[in-house]
Nanobody, 121 residues
Framework: QVQLVESGGGLVQAGGSLRLSCVAS????????MGWYRQAPGKRRELVAG???????NYADSVKGRFTIFRDNAKNTVLLQMNSLKPEDTAVYYC???????????????WGQGTQVTVSS
């Protein structure tokens, strides 16, 4: 069984910072990409930032220059440093990992349970 556990969400004032953390655990053979998505009320889930196992990153235009994704492949961990937060960043943030479970041959997307980020104006 594979689990993605997130931490680090909370309430912050506009202009503040938060760091989200996600650890993948279980019978993991390898992880391809890891990243963060978010979903605000009434909106579709969207990619915030992602990183491949080789370190290639991509960011949503709305967070470029403010958010940075980090990854520790040895610890199956991905972090999201969020600076200069805006009220429009308010959402539930989900960790995502495209990974291969031991004994399987296919890569499958796994999701964390989500962590709330609220930015007050």
């Amino acid at each position: 069984q594979v689990q993605l556990v997130e931490s680090g969400g909370g309430l912050v004032q506009a202009g503040g910072s938060l760091r989200l953390s996600c650890v993948a655990s279980g019978s993991i053979f390898s992880i391809n990409s890891m990243g963060w998505y978010r979903q605000a009320p009434g909106k579709r889930r969207e990619l915030v930032a992602g990183m491949t196992s080789r370190g290639t990153t991509n960011y949503a235009d709305s967070v470029k220059g403010r958010f940075t994704i980090f990854r520790d492949n040895a610890k199956n961990t991905v972090l999201l440093q969020m600076n200069s937060l805006k009220p429009e960043d308010t959402a539930v943030y989900y960790c995502n990992a495209d990974l291969r479970v031991s004994g399987n041959y296919a890569y499958t997307a796994y999701w964390g349970q989500g962590t709330q980020v609220t930015v007050s104006s």
